[in-house]
């Protein structure tokens, strides 16, 4: 993408976005996965979805790995 003739990368969770996935977050020494579709994001943050109607922002320092949810194709059929 080219913004005033400079590149700017797209981010790193751009491709997620809609999709099933476990974002692996560490909050202090713990490591937890979450289960849940990324809605979009902001600068610091993303904006996740968890169950129907939980939505909570994430800070991206937080998220250590993003993974496509393999059980969401199986539990949705």
Same mark, same amino acid.
């Given at each position: 993408?080219?913004?005033?003739?400079?590149?700017?990368?797209?981010?790193?969770?751009?491709?997620?976005? &809609?999709?099933?996935?476990?974002?692996?977050?560490?909050?202090? @020494?713990?490591?937890?996965?979450?289960?849940? #579709?990324?809605?979009? +994001?902001?600068? &610091?943050?993303?904006?996740?979805?968890?169950?129907?109607?939980? @939505?909570i922002d994430?800070?991206?320092?937080? #998220?250590?790995?993003? +993974?496509?949810?393999?059980?969401?194709?199986?539990?949705?059929n």
């Amino acid at each position: 993408m080219k913004l005033s003739g400079v590149d700017i990368m797209p981010s790193a969770y751009a491709s997620w976005v &809609g999709q099933a996935v476990v974002l692996q977050v560490a909050a202090g @020494d713990l490591r937890v996965p979450l289960r849940g #579709i990324i809605l979009g +994001e902001s600068e &610091g943050t993303v904006r996740f979805r968890i169950g129907e109607t939980w @939505d909570i922002d994430i800070y991206k320092p937080m #998220i250590l790995a993003v +993974e496509q949810d393999n059980w969401a194709s199986i539990v949705m059929n």
